[in-house]
């Protein structure tokens, strides 16, 4: 008997904890809605019905309307082919995606690019230099240094910005670097003076959305530019502000959002507008995350963080998994045509 039972009660415990996560996502929609109210007034009560009504009759459970409303609330309307960030996260994410953008050590070796700003790796408890080859931790610190003033080092399996240490000659610390775990030492990237102007001291970051298409053919569709604020060493996810970015020009939008979706139309700091400021080398930055993300077709959507650096060069920061809410409320809907609303879960159902 007991053994017919556990198979149900497995099930029992994974739904509840699925229905656990939904309701914590649109309790972040809720209050997301509640910031954007204060600022435009009450969404139009036909966009409610309309997302109800789509959550309902197409992505089939009324909990995913509270982040439709949302985004409707930004856009001014309701549109047709949104992913609400929770039926992304809970129904589309754990079909699409395989974890290895969690893993920033695997980047280079998996998207086979030689101007990565790897310079070393700590896996495993070995440190490993920038072709793979062992390094003793007495050789490190003159390896790692040898022609950088500054070394970034990031945490594996750390996202938004989280878990990222820079570190000089006379602050590095191998002792940290145990503490800290598996992860990788990168140069220190000196951004564009485009970036610079709007705020210095932390390296502004283009977060672009890829995805495959069924045909195989990559796309990219959305970008987001995130912008640090006074006395961050790098973007935090805390304090930066969003961004949205015109796909075909590279134009800023007028307006960038808060973490918690309050907006602003020039930075708060240095108070310089976002308005008809065109991203430098923009068309280079969309054709090389497009370039990396044909070395894992199998990943069907990963989001970039890359910049421009002194030199107009495009750098690659790292790779994540794509970052939807933002994308979907200011620029989407950005994955109408992939057919993730048809993506079913089980645990869902009409009520």
Known sequence: MLNKLKPLIKTSISRVDWLHKQYRYNSQAENALKIIEIEKGKIDPQCRKSAEE???DVLGWKGFAPWLKTYSAVAGKFKE????????MGIVRPRILLPVSQEKTLASKLLNMNNFPDVAYYISGLFFDSA?????????????????????????????????????????????????GNGIFQKYIQQHIFFE???????ATLRLNSVVESGGKISC???????GRTGDSCVSPTSSINVPVDLVSGELHEKGYYLNWSSA??????????????????????????????????????????????????QFIEWE?????????????????MGWEKIRNHWVFND
């Open 321 to 337: 998994e794509p970052s939807t809410q933002f994308a979907e409320a200011a620029q989407g809907p950005c994955f109408a045509d």
């Open 132 to 180: 793979w080859e062992v390094l003793s931790p007495e050789k490190l610190k003159g390896y790692i240094f040898d022609f950088n003033n500054k070394i970034v080092y990031k945490q594996s399996n750390t996202t938004m910005g989280m878990g990222i240490h820079i570190f000089t000659q006379e602050t590095f610390s191998l002792d940290a670097i145990y503490k800290m």
């Open 197 to 203: 102007e709007i705020m210095s001291g932390s390296l």
């Open 81 to 88: 082919g949104w992913i609400p960030f929770n039926y992304y």
């Open 54 to 56: 789509y959550a309902r």
């Open 265 to 314: 139309y020039q930075h708060p700091d240095t108070k310089i507008g976002f308005k008809g400021k065109i991203i430098p080398k923009f068309n280079e930055c969309i054709a090389y995350v497009i370039k990396l993300h044909k070395s894992i077709p199998f990943n069907r959507a990963v989001g970039w963080d890359i910049t421009v650096d002194k030199n107009e060069k495009v």
């Open 221 to 227: 569709r959305s970008a987001i530019l995130k912008i």
